[in-house]
């Protein structure tokens, strides 16, 4: 089962762009955190954001977390050509795993 | 090595084979988990070991899919009698713990099954 659903399913925007990108999930998590995925390959992870932490920012990366609403978002500004991936949030329910959704397929056209 | 490695990075084999995908995880990390990705989703989560034993296995779909860690770092993902809905690329992580949380997961590249 998914417990994080990433909209849009699909972006595509032109270099230069903020590129923003949502979660949303179903139950009380631990904490919430974003990959990155190349060719379908292996992730990579960018960010971390604990349940009780409301933005969180790493370089070109924004995170926010609303508990209340269940959802993430995150931002990538002054995207660039290579950041063209596939963003996956996931969710630490219970301490034991990561739970994925389908993830957000960005391009970045340069 | 520095990162997670996984091997072989691709397996073709035939319905009703047994087959073998090794994880070798970060030295130090106690935790190592098994997911697998089907084309256009995301990874879907099989077993985490912590330490030697299998902490949640709720994710393995049937009893054809066993997966061990005799010794506490390589891991071996074992399906057996192959069936053509098990082609996927399975990929490990590995992860030091973070007080009972589940923290930043080092992935692998993966192992591409395909079964004919």
């Known amino acids: 089962s998914q417990q994080g659903e990433e909209d849009p399913q699909a972006l595509s925007i032109q270099e230069g762009e903020n590129a923003t990108m949502n979660c949303s999930y179903k139950?009380?998590?631990?904490?919430l955190q974003w990959y990155r995925q190349n060719s379908g390959r292996g992730l990579v992870h960018l960010i971390l954001?604990?349940?009780?932490?409301r933005e969180k920012h790493s370089g070109r990366l924004r995170v926010t977390l609303d508990t209340s609403k269940k959802s993430s978002s995150l931002l990538i500004t002054a995207s660039r050509a290579a950041d063209t991936a596939s963003y996956f949030c996931?969710?630490?329910?219970?301490?034991?795993?990561?739970?994925f959704g389908a993830g957000t397929i960005l391009r970045v056209k340069s | 090595g520095a990162g997670v490695s996984q091997t072989p990075s691709n397996k073709v084999t035939e319905k009703g084979k047994y087959v073998e995908l090794r994880c070798d995880p970060i030295?130090?990390?106690?935790?190592l988990y098994w997911y697998r990705q089907s084309l256009g989703q995301g990874p879907e989560f099989l077993i985490y070991?912590?330490?030697?034993?299998?902490?949640?296995d709720s994710g393995l779909p049937n009893d054809r899919f066993f997966a061990v860690r005799p010794e506490g770092s390589v891991s071996t993902l074992k399906i057996q009698r192959t069936e053509r809905g098990d082609s996927a690329v399975y990929l490990c992580?590995?992860?030091?713990?973070?007080?009972?949380?589940?923290?930043?997961?080092?992935f692998g590249e993966g192992s591409r099954l395909t079964v004919l």
């Open positions: 996931a969710t630490d329910v219970n301490g034991n795993k990561l739970v």
């Open positions: 139950t009380s998590i631990n904490n």
């Open positions: 070991f912590q330490g030697t034993g299998a902490a949640d």
């Open positions: 992580a590995s992860s030091g713990r973070m007080g009972g949380r589940t923290g930043e997961l080092f």
């Open positions: 954001i604990r349940s009780n932490e």
């Open positions: 030295s130090g990390h106690t935790a």
